[in-house]
């Protein structure tokens, strides 16, 4: 099961680090009104995938291509063995880039995802329109590193990872508790698909690899250090009840680029993925963005 919305169907790109599947528009509904493609990329945790997105993209499939990949490594695409690192999610964006290169897209993505974007946007930035960037981090952000903390050092231990990734996200209890504790503002609003979306992709064959290069720390930098390098004009929406990256560091983080940074958006009563938990209320602050984008083509 791929647990997308009607209307959008599955293909595949060829990456160089393997092909990637993706979920669009293109084909199975009306032509979009405008050519400008929308890119949704998802984050870094065990058993993430396009599903992140899959309830906020159908918003926009009226006016625009959608294009939601799972990422080499994650969800229905290939899964190599590998210790993972900033540069294959690089390599990943500029592979997707010049499967759509037709005209810049607009760029959605979150958490440490977001953050790596913002480092890709730097070196290629013509290439892309907006970012939209949902509780971006680099999780060593401020001088305080996750990769120093405990659950990252055990994570370290040989032998001991792929038992923490079984126990901890391989299975449906861990990833209620977790998105519970962690991801959402309200528990209650966690539903069986989306558990079980969660473990379709942290059961796929070498899932481990991926995640674990993200529970050890190995893609964490300072996103202090990039952040004001950023020219690509960003929106950033921010969780209310963000627990990994607070809403607090969020606004410390956007006041390091006031000039490409045009807008940071509270979502009340929300967690670190509020496109997912509430995603009514992470469209809204969007949709002028769009509309003028569109207006502007």
């Known amino acids: 099961m791929t647990f997308q919305p009607p209307g959008f169907e599955q293909r595949a790109i060829a990456t160089p680090l393997g092909v990637m599947a993706y979920y669009t528009n293109l084909g199975t509904l009306p032509t979009p009104a405008s050519p400008i493609p ?19 993209y159908p918003a ?23 210790n993972y690192t900033p540069e294959d999610y690089f390599t990943q964006f500029a592979a997707l880039l ?10 959605f993505a979150s958490s440490l995802t977001a953050g790596l974007l913002v480092r890709f946007a730097i070196q290629q930035s013509d290439r892309l329109r907006l970012l939209v960037l ?21 994570v ?19 990833i209620r508790t977790f998105m519970e504790r962690f991801l959402f503002a309200q528990p209650n609003r966690i539903t069986e698909e989306m558990v079980a979306a969660y473990l379709a992709s942290a059961e796929q064959p070498n899932a481990a690899y991926s995640a674990l290069a993200s529970l050890r720390g190995d893609l964490c930098f300072d996103l202090t ?8 004009p960003t929106v950033m ?25 045009q807008g940071f958006h509270e ?3 929300a967690g670190v993925l509020p496109h997912l938990e509430v995603p009514a209320r992470a469209i809204a602050p969007i949709q002028p963005y769009l509309n003028q984008i569109r207006a502007k083509d």
Request: glycine letters at 10%.
């Open 38 to 56: 929308l890119i949704f990329l998802h984050s870094l945790g065990g058993g993430s995938s396009a599903y992140e997105w899959s309830r906020f």
């Open 60 to 82: 926009f499939a009226a006016d625009h291509p959608i294009i939601a990949p799972d990422l080499v490594g994650w969800g229905q695409s290939t899964h190599p063995q590998r």
């Open 98 to 107: 010049d499967a759509f290169p037709e005209t810049p897209p607009v760029v």
């Open 134 to 154: 949902v509780c971006p981090s680099g999780y060593s952000d401020f001088g305080e590193s996750y990769a120093q903390g405990l659950s990252a050092q055990l």
């Open 156 to 174: 370290r231990i040989p032998g001991l990872d792929q038992g923490i990734y079984s126990l901890g996200a391989a299975n449906a209890s861990a």
């Open 225 to 232: 250090r990039y952040l004001p390098q950023l020219t690509v």
């Open 237 to 261: 929406l921010w969780g209310e009840k963000a627990w990994f990256s607070t809403l607090s560091r969020g606004k410390r983080l956007a006041s390091l680029n006031p000039k490409a940074i």
């Open 267 to 269: 979502i009340p009563d």
